[in-house]
């Protein structure tokens, strides 16, 4: 069965000059680009794949003014199609959610620690200037469980005191620096950072963060004095200048305030994305940071703490009709109204109202079905779930996200240093090569060995590539490297080390469809010209037709 190279090279060459050899298309080499173009490609790619200057291409000066208007405020470029029929369906919505988020805002101030006001005043600023900035039409904003309890249990770690006045100067802080993160990545276009909280991580988080709300509000059940003694009347105080921009507290002012301002913007963005695709309409990931990052910034300097979107309030809100952001600004007034007038009657609302109304919000939270799709997809997904629920759950909301985030991680080096490798067969009847495991039916060709690497050749993963391919190729003679995206100098390195290594047991290399910055780089480094021209296929049937036994096409 094996054949040594001369026994292939002349039956290839026999072959070649045969008529029954189908037309072979050489593999063609990309123009070379320099180090600037290079450059300038992967930054285009990485942060601006959506051409978000595009618009702005062979428009006179005003309308180029419009439009940069209309990018910072989509309210400008929505608002010219706004009707009375919208505006009635926000208006319901707008109602509705207030009713909703007004006892809300008093309970999940509690969470943060905090006096009832300033969940009202933060649902009163942050609303606002969302409905100008911010590209989702259904997200309802304000204050959510999840991430007011990560402020009260980070904020309470930094000062115990929480009656104290550097406490609350503490959260303006943590809520400035949460948006100027958020800001930073819409502006600089970061946003793929937030991916490393992944689907498991955030499922696992919330879930763990739904319990530990539930369980300390159970404490408060049997409560029946007043929960709400006074909630300060009217709109909300300036507080610029009780943000610590020095001393001892700003360190944990920004660390607080990165970690919440991530955590909220995730939550936003997913809740954001999940109604835009019910209504099949798009929201721009870097609008949707800087309208979050500006409206905390803002807040922070009205006396809010952080807001981001609120899943329970966003569903309200988008059964109740909304049409656009103006359900938020109709929210925003009832709620300044409320404020203004009528704040003194909450002092007759129980606590344990308030611990039911957290626990009736949160407890949606606890997404069972995607835990066990979790299971069932993708066991290490599961892991990182369970990481972040059972660190959130016994030790502390910081502790959960850093499980989570360092299991996220641990997959994502597993999958770049330990890259799967399928040995191909071809289909009966057909030119097409596929995975033997997942198609049993397919045959190996007699005489070669046929590997895809799924993956990119990187420092991290050649030699694991080189030493499986090595032990594929016990007694065989030829070996095929396919759907490879990128190599790196290593990777090149463990290449020419597999062609030494096999010439030494006379078995020829042979690579098929290699992309075109592998083919790029092939020749920049003459891996090619030692490899041979004439052994670089455009497909896996180019190959086998030159040099797979006669008859086995």
């Known amino acids: 069965m094996a054949k040594n190279m001369e026994e292939i090279g002349s039956a290839a060459s026999s072959r070649r000059h045969g008529d029954t050899l189908p037309h072979i298309h050489k593999v063609g080499t990309p123009p070379k680009q320099t180090l600037f173009q290079e450059i300038k490609h992967s930054v285009i790619e990485t942060f601006f794949h959506d051409d978000p200057l595009g618009k702005f291409k062979d428009q006179s000066g005003s309308r180029k003014f419009v439009l940069g208007v209309q990018s910072v405020f989509p309210i400008f470029e929505w608002a010219k199609g706004y009707s009375f029929k919208k505006f009635r369906g926000d208006l319901i919505a707008g109602l509705t959610i207030a009713s909703l988020c007004i006892p809300q805002d008093i309970a999940y101030a509690n969470l943060a620690n905090l006096e009832p006001q300033y969940g009202l005043y933060t649902s009163f600023v942050a609303p606002l200037v969302y409905a100008f900035m911010g590209s989702s039409r259904d997200i309802a904003i304000g204050p959510v469980a999840v991430v007011s309890l990560l402020l009260g249990t980070m904020l309470s770690d930094e000062i115990s005191n929480i009656k104290s006045h550097e406490y609350l100067r503490l959260a303006f802080t943590a809520t400035f620096f949460a948006g100027v993160t958020q ?159 009528i704040t003194p009657l909450f002092k007759y609302t129980p606590n344990a109202v308030l611990a039911s109304i957290i626990i009736a919000a949160v407890i949606n939270l606890v997404d069972i079905k995607a835990v066990i799709l979790l299971w069932k997809i993708d066991k290490f997904d599961f892991v990182a779930c369970m990481g972040a629920f059972f660190g959130v759950i016994f030790k502390s909301v910081e502790i959960g996200l850093l499980i989570a985030v360092a299991i996220s991680f641990a997959k994502i080096l597993l999958q770049v240093t330990r890259p799967r490798t399928a040995l191909l067969g071809k289909l009966p009847g057909t030119n097409v090569y596929r995975n033997v495991q997942q198609y049993p039916n397919a045959t190996q060709i007699p005489g070669m060995v046929i590997i895809r690497v799924d993956s990119a050749i990187y420092f991290s993963n050649s030699n694991y590539i080189k030493d499986r391919i090595l032990k594929w190729l016990t007694d065989e003679e030829v070996q095929r490297t396919a759907t490879v995206t990128d190599i790196d100098t290593s990777g090149i390195h463990a290449l020419e080390d597999l062609f030494k290594s096999l010439q030494k047991r006379e078995v020829q290399l042979l690579l098929a469809n290699p992309g075109p910055i592998v083919t790029e780089k092939l020749h920049a480094s003459k891996l090619s010209d030692l490899i041979g021209e004439s052994k670089i296929f455009l497909s896996v049937g180019d190959a086998v037709a030159t040099f797979g036994p006669k008859g086995g096409i």
């Open 183 to 341: 800001m930073i990545l819409g502006v600089f276009r970061l946003g793929f950072l937030i991916d490393f909280l992944s689907h498991a991580a955030i499922v696992g988080f919330m879930g763990g963060a739904a319990i530990t709300i539930a369980l300390q509000q159970l404490k408060v059940w049997g409560s029946v004095h007043h929960g709400v003694k006074h909630i300060k009347k009217g709109v909300n105080p300036a507080s610029a200048h009780e943000i610590y921009f020095s001393g001892n507290y700003l360190g944990a002012g920004v660390k607080i305030g990165v970690i919440a301002g991530m955590i909220a913007l995730t939550e936003a963005v997913a809740i954001g994305r999940t109604f835009a695709a019910m209504k099949d309409y798009a929201i721009d990931g870097n609008k949707e940071m800087v309208a979050m990052g500006t409206m905390n910034i803002i807040g922070s300097l009205t006396s809010c703490y952080v807001a981001t979107g609120s899943f329970s309030r966003s569903a309200v809100n988008y059964m109740a009709g909304c049409s656009t952001a103006v359900s938020n600004i109709v929210m925003s007034i009832v709620v300044l109204l409320t404020l203004l007038v």
